[in-house]
């Protein structure tokens, strides 16, 4: 671990971390504008150490919820338009499921299966 310099409010605080620098700024930034948004005049704040850490870890859990957010929101985008490929090929193809002997269903080529659940 290192110690990394961020301001809040012009005062200066030292965090032990891993994290790379610029993202430990990042966090800085936001925690102080959060803090401004409201506040209507200039204040001058001492953050206590203990409330700045969980401040920042809390903050650090939204970023990277935020992220997996954005990630699989992204995933789930690109299959549902793998879906959609494979429908309208399966529709475009005059291809239908029909009912079996037993009464289900068939289903999709293997090969199309595959693709839904990659």
């Known amino acids: 671990m290192r110690s990394v310099k961020i301001k809040i409010f ?3 605080y030292n965090i ?7 993202y430990v700024n990042k966090i800085a ?21 203990p409330l700045l850490i969980a401040v920042f870890k809390i903050t650090d859990d939204f ?5 997996e957010l954005e990630e699989f929101k992204n995933r789930a985008e690109d299959r549902s338009k793998k879906l959609v490929e494979i429908l309208d090929g399966a529709l475009n193809n005059d291809e239908s499921f029909k009912p079996n002997s037993e009464g289900s269903t068939e289903s999709p080529s293997h090969l199309q299966q595959e693709e839904l659940f990659k």
């Not at 102080?32 to 001492?46: A, F, P, V, Y």
């Not at 970023?63 to 992220?67: A, H, N, V, W």
């Open 16 to 22: 032990k971390t891993d994290a790379d620098e610029s």
């Open 10 to 12: 012009n005062r200066e």
């Open 63 to 67: 970023f990277r919820t935020d992220k």
């Open 29 to 49: 930034f936001h925690i102080e504008q959060k803090i401004k948004e409201h506040t209507s005049h200039s204040i001058d704040l001492n953050i206590p150490f």
